[in-house]
């Protein structure tokens, strides 16, 4: 087993040596989602680094991977977003008259801008959607122009609240000012409404909480699946543990490390440090910091009294009215956030494990929290400090102007959306993969290029590939592995042997994947520039297809990735009569309409006559073959030597002009749209067949019509550089019809003109100045020769 280090949060510095309790066996649990809202890329960046993370583990190293990740299906967001829709709900089916809604939607409007933009109030008049947008250019304009509240400093979390909040006024206030009743005023209607009814709400039903978590969690796993992030091998949900959580708190009461008050049981920092423990050993920096610790506790916990310290945190929550409840001991109420996951980690992987990852916002309290408080459940007396967790392994956040990308901040893509509109899945991942998992990264421009030409090249490296052993008859019976030896003198195996060391030092040193990709970039480079034969080639994109596979980056493959090339989506798991169906249809248009040129060549004749793809295809299918480019090949090499007869016999048979246009013109189309559309290159070679190339048919569409709006261009800018030279040439012969000695008899400048009709006197009766006189003759001589040559070409009766 390769030694690793890895950054091990419990261990500030460099990283550390990864040495797992079972030599071979990885325990890890994953801090998931809280299923109340649509993932987006801050969860994409979290959870897809760590799946890279996992693959590595596996499919480079070889640990087998036991993966543990939960659904926090009951928190105070959660709470707040279900009861809110349901009280929305209610409030819809109540018999209000236009003005009625209306004036609820104004007080919500005054109630919301009072509760999160107090920078909004006056003294002058009340706040209301009328002179709403006043107020808040006045106010907030700094921070909308891309400043900051204080003036100073870049804008953070702090600024792109106030946009979300502003953001949530202006929508309610287009809804007050259009009479639209509740559509466009829900995010301050649902707060409202909260403070006004929240205590009535029957919570004894639960499906308004569960019917969101489902929905939510089924939306992730989709998410997920479409990222193509693995599966966990076990999913804990905090709803299916809540008499386990309610044990494991009764245990720390008993050890001393914890204390009830008014129904709520609390952590005792206080007493666990004195049994010699530490506390916030991944933030001790934010130990005190009161804001961290409130936002730890949630919302609902403001009003809650009782504790001995303000930083002791809630094991169990006493549940107040329009809040979801189970019993226990201390009576009705609700699982403490932290506790939650000590909980069912511990249930499934005991009282150690190897690895506890998550987003680096969670490290203080979240983890630090969970850490004391399993470590106070585990703490046998005499025995020292216990250690719950060895390896602490934290995401770096992905950032948006300034800011972390956050469902409260509401400054997100959805994972749906950016998958829709501005990415691939294999995309995504490796723009992630080009970052170190444990750094902070902001998605930039040229990010985005250095990603988009990373993948450019590999993919046509693998095209180029698979095209060239396709041509010479050895795609999928060629090499797996080459070693030195078989191939001495190879500069390009020599280059792949040290690439092989370098990628395994890269990947040992914390799972350094931004050094991993340029090691796969060099090589791939270097292959394109070599000499050498095929086969070693073929090794060098075995290897590389390996690795490609182990980072996650072709959602068909899987371990232990020894084919070639990464495959489109959906490549396999086809059948392959239906996959092939396109391919075959294609040569069947083309051998058809050879056949109705009705060519005397014999040459075209005995082709027709003795290809049959079918039986090919017919073969593979035999053996088991499930790839669709494999299978399409004979369908796809009949077509191409068809073309390829044809364009022989145009440039070398005497043919009537119209039959080779003919030919030409279905050369072209088979080539540019038949196979294009199929996602097929043809690449035409001298004395050669053509070369056959599987490119995403998006792609060659897109290259096809930019040639084509190209061409149009060419050919509009020719069509005008025609007509400007045609009314150039009307506007020439225009001035030559008039003869030199009436060419200035028109102009008011003069009423005087000599014999041959240059100006004498000028307008006021004065002699024209010498100066002047020789610059009209200069005129009035190009105006005569412009003239003679008129004369010549129209003829003097023009």
Same mark, same amino acid.
């Not at 440039?651 to 009537?656: F, K």
């Given at each position: 087993?390769?030694?690793?280090?890895?950054?091990?949060?419990?261990?500030?510095?460099?990283?550390?040596?990864?040495?797992?309790?079972?030599?071979?066996?990885?325990?890890?649990?994953?801090?998931?989602?809280?299923?109340?809202?649509?993932?987006?890329?801050?969860?994409?960046?979290?959870?897809?680094?760590?799946?890279?993370?996992?693959?590595?583990?596996?499919?480079?190293?070889?640990?087998?991977?036991?993966?543990?990740?939960?659904?926090?299906?009951?928190?105070?967001?959660?709470?707040?977003?279900?009861?809110?829709?349901?009280?929305?709900?209610?409030?819809?089916?109540?018999?209000?008259?236009?003005?009625?809604?209306?004036?609820?939607?104004?007080?919500?409007?005054?109630?919301?801008?009072?509760?999160?933009?107090?920078?909004?109030?006056?003294?002058?008049?009340?706040?209301?959607?009328?002179?709403?947008?006043?107020?808040?250019?006045?106010?907030?304009?700094?921070?909308?122009?891309?400043?900051?509240?204080?003036?100073?400093?870049?804008?953070?979390?702090?600024?792109?609240?106030?946009?979300?909040?502003?953001?949530?006024?202006?929508?309610?206030?287009?809804?007050?000012?259009?009479?639209?009743?509740?559509?466009?005023?829900?995010?301050?209607?649902?707060?409202?409404?909260?403070?006004?009814?929240?205590?009535?709400?029957?919570?004894?039903?639960?499906?308004?909480?569960?019917?969101?978590?489902?929905?939510?969690?089924?939306?992730?796993?989709?998410?997920?699946?479409?990222?193509?992030?693995?599966?966990?091998?076990?999913?804990?949900?905090?709803?299916?543990?809540?008499?386990?959580?309610?044990?494991?708190?009764?245990?720390?009461?008993?050890?001393?490390?914890?204390? $009830?008050?008014?129904?709520?049981?609390?952590?005792?920092?206080?007493?666990?440090?004195?049994?010699?423990?530490?506390?916030?050993?991944?933030?001790?920096?934010?130990?005190?910091?009161?804001?961290?610790?409130?936002?730890?506790?949630?919302?609902?916990?403001?009003?809650?009294?009782?504790?001995?310290?303000?930083?002791?945190?809630?094991?169990?929550?006493?549940?107040?009215?329009?809040?979801?409840?189970?019993?226990?001991?201390?009576?009705?109420?609700?699982?403490?956030?932290?506790? $939650?996951?000590?909980?069912?980690?511990?249930?499934?992987?005991?009282?150690?494990?190897?690895?506890?990852?998550?987003?680096?916002?969670?490290?203080?309290?979240?983890?630090?929290?969970?850490?004391?408080?399993?470590?106070?459940?585990?703490?046998?007396?005499?025995?020292?400090?216990?250690?719950?967790?060895?390896?602490?392994?934290?995401?770096?956040?992905?950032?948006?102007?300034?800011?972390?990308?956050?469902?409260?901040?509401?400054?997100?893509?959805?994972?749906?959306?950016?998958?829709?509109?501005?990415?691939?899945?294999?995309?995504?991942?490796?723009?992630?993969?080009?970052?170190?998992?444990?750094?902070?990264?902001?998605?930039?421009?040229?990010?985005?290029?250095?990603?988009?030409?990373?993948?450019?090249?590999?993919?046509?490296?693998?095209?180029?590939?698979?095209?060239?052993?396709?041509?010479?008859?050895?795609?999928?019976?060629?090499?797996?592995?080459?070693?030195?030896?078989?191939?001495?003198?190879?500069?390009?195996? @020599?280059?792949?042997?040290?690439?092989?060391?370098?990628?395994?030092?890269?990947?040992?040193?914390?799972?350094?994947?931004?050094?991993?990709?340029?090691?796969?970039?060099?090589?791939?480079?270097?292959?394109?520039?070599?000499?050498?034969?095929?086969?070693?080639?073929?090794?060098?994109?075995?290897?590389?297809?390996?690795?490609?596979?182990?980072?996650?980056?072709?959602?068909?493959?899987?371990?232990?990735?020894?084919?070639?090339?990464?495959?489109?989506?959906?490549?396999?798991?086809?059948?392959?009569?239906?996959?092939?169906?396109?391919?075959?249809?294609?040569?069947?248009?083309?051998?058809?309409?050879?056949?109705?040129?009705?060519? @005397?060549?014999?040459?075209?004749?005995?082709?027709?006559?003795?290809?049959?793809?079918?039986?090919?295809?017919?073969?593979? $299918?035999?053996?088991?073959?499930?790839?669709?480019?494999?299978?399409?090949?004979?369908?796809?090499?009949?077509?191409?030597?068809?073309?390829?007869?044809?364009?022989?016999?145009?440039?070398?048979?005497?043919?009537?002009?119209?039959?080779?246009?003919?030919?030409?013109?279905?050369?072209?189309?088979?080539?540019?749209?038949?196979?294009?559309?199929?996602?097929?290159?043809?690449?035409?070679?001298?004395?050669?067949?053509?070369?056959?190339?599987?490119?995403?048919?998006?792609?060659?569409?897109?290259?096809?019509?930019?040639?084509?709006?190209?061409?149009?261009?060419?050919?509009?800018?020719?069509?005008?550089?025609?007509?400007?030279?045609?009314?150039?040439?009307?506007?020439?012969?225009?001035?030559?019809?008039?003869?030199?000695?009436?060419?200035?008899?028109?102009?008011?400048?003069?009423?005087? #003109?000599?014999?041959?009709?240059?100006?004498?006197?000028?307008?006021?009766?004065?002699?024209?100045?010498?100066?002047?006189?020789?610059?009209?003759?200069?005129? #009035?001589?190009?105006?005569?020769?412009?003239?003679?040559?008129?004369?010549?070409?129209?003829?003097?009766?023009?």
């Amino acid at each position: 087993m390769a030694s690793i280090t890895v950054h091990n949060s419990l261990k500030p510095g460099g990283p550390v040596p990864f040495v797992p309790r079972e030599e071979g066996k990885i325990s890890w649990y994953a801090c998931g989602p809280t299923v109340y809202d649509s993932s987006h890329l801050g969860h994409a960046r979290n959870y897809v680094s760590t799946d890279i993370i996992r693959r590595i583990l596996m499919h480079h190293f070889g640990f087998k991977v036991n993966f543990v990740m939960n659904y926090t299906d009951v928190d105070d967001k959660i709470i707040i977003r279900a009861r809110r829709r349901r009280l929305l709900e209610l409030e819809k089916e109540k018999p209000y008259s236009t003005e009625e809604v209306r004036d609820l939607g104004s007080k919500a409007f005054t109630a919301y801008a009072k509760s999160n933009l107090p920078l909004l109030e006056s003294d002058s008049a009340p706040l209301d959607e009328n002179n709403y947008q006043e107020r808040k250019q006045a106010a907030y304009g700094k921070v909308l122009a891309g400043g900051t509240l204080s003036g100073e400093g870049k804008p953070s979390d702090a600024e792109a609240k106030v946009k979300m909040h502003l953001n949530n006024l202006d929508s309610a206030a287009l809804a007050l000012q259009n009479a639209t009743g509740y559509h466009g005023a829900e995010e301050v209607l649902l707060p409202y409404l909260d403070s006004l009814y929240k205590e009535t709400i029957d919570t004894s039903d639960q499906t308004m909480f569960t019917d969101l978590t489902k929905a939510m969690e089924k939306a992730f796993e989709k998410d997920m699946s479409d990222l193509n992030v693995l599966p966990p091998d076990e999913v804990t949900r905090v709803t299916e543990y809540v008499p386990q959580i309610v044990k494991f708190v009764e245990t720390i009461v008993e050890k001393g490390f914890a204390y $009830e008050a008014n129904g709520s049981v609390y952590f005792d920092i206080s007493a666990f440090e004195k049994a010699g423990n530490t506390y916030a050993r991944l933030r001790p920096e934010s130990k005190n910091d009161k804001a961290l610790q409130e936002e730890g506790e949630g919302s609902l916990s403001k009003g809650l009294e009782g504790k001995k310290r303000s930083g002791d945190f809630a094991l169990w929550k006493q549940s107040k009215k329009g809040e979801p409840f189970w019993p226990s001991p201390w009576g009705l109420g609700r699982p403490g956030w932290h506790i $939650e996951c000590s909980v069912m980690a511990s249930d499934k992987l005991g009282e150690q494990m190897d690895i506890h990852s998550g987003g680096i916002d969670l490290a203080f309290p979240h983890h630090d929290n969970e850490l004391a408080q399993s470590e106070a459940h585990f703490h046998v007396c005499g025995k020292g400090e216990h250690t719950w967790v060895k390896y602490f392994l934290h995401m770096g956040h992905l950032s948006i102007a300034g800011s972390k990308m956050s469902k409260s901040l509401k400054n997100f893509q959805t994972i749906q959306d950016a998958l829709a509109t501005t990415y691939t899945a294999r995309n995504m991942r490796i723009v992630f993969l080009m970052g170190r998992w444990n750094d902070g990264v902001e998605i930039s421009p040229d990010m985005r290029k250095q990603a988009d030409s990373w993948e450019t090249t590999l993919d046509n490296f693998f095209t180029n590939t698979k095209a060239r052993l396709s041509e010479a008859g050895a795609l999928g019976a060629g090499v797996k592995d080459l070693s030195l030896a078989e191939g001495s003198g190879s500069a390009l195996l @020599t280059e792949l042997e040290q690439a092989k060391k370098d990628l395994n030092a890269a990947l040992s040193n914390s799972f350094d994947t931004p050094a991993a990709m340029q090691v796969i970039l060099r090589l791939v480079k270097e292959a394109n520039k070599s000499s050498d034969s095929l086969p070693v080639i073929e090794a060098v994109a075995r290897w590389v297809t390996k690795i490609v596979g182990t980072f996650g980056l072709d959602a068909s493959a899987k371990p232990p990735y020894d084919g070639l090339g990464w495959a489109s989506a959906g490549a396999t798991n086809i059948d392959p009569k239906v996959g092939i169906k396109p391919y075959a249809a294609a040569y069947e248009k083309v051998k058809q309409e050879v056949e109705g040129l009705a060519l @005397t060549e014999e040459s075209v004749k005995t082709l027709l006559a003795q290809q049959n793809p079918e039986v090919e295809f017919s073969e593979l $299918e035999k053996s088991g073959e499930k790839d669709i480019e494999k299978l399409a090949l004979p369908y796809l090499r009949a077509t191409s030597r068809l073309r390829d007869e044809l364009r022989g016999i145009v440039a070398s048979a005497t043919l009537e002009p119209k039959t080779k246009q003919a030919i030409l013109s279905l050369s072209d189309r088979v080539r540019d749209y038949d196979l294009t559309d199929l996602g097929v290159q043809l690449d035409d070679q001298t004395d050669k067949p053509s070369l056959i190339k599987f490119v995403p048919a998006s792609r060659l569409i897109a290259a096809r019509e930019e040639k084509a709006a190209l061409l149009a261009e060419k050919a509009r800018q020719k069509e005008e550089a025609r007509k400007a030279r045609e009314k150039a040439e009307e506007e020439k012969w225009a001035k030559a019809k008039v003869p030199p000695q009436d060419m200035f008899k028109s102009d008011a400048n003069y009423q005087e #003109w000599d014999a041959e009709g240059l100006p004498a006197k000028l307008a006021d009766g004065s002699e024209v100045p010498k100066s002047q006189v020789k610059k009209l003759k200069k005129e #009035w001589d190009r105006q005569k020769k412009l003239h003679d040559e008129y004369l010549v070409k129209f003829g003097a009766s023009a």
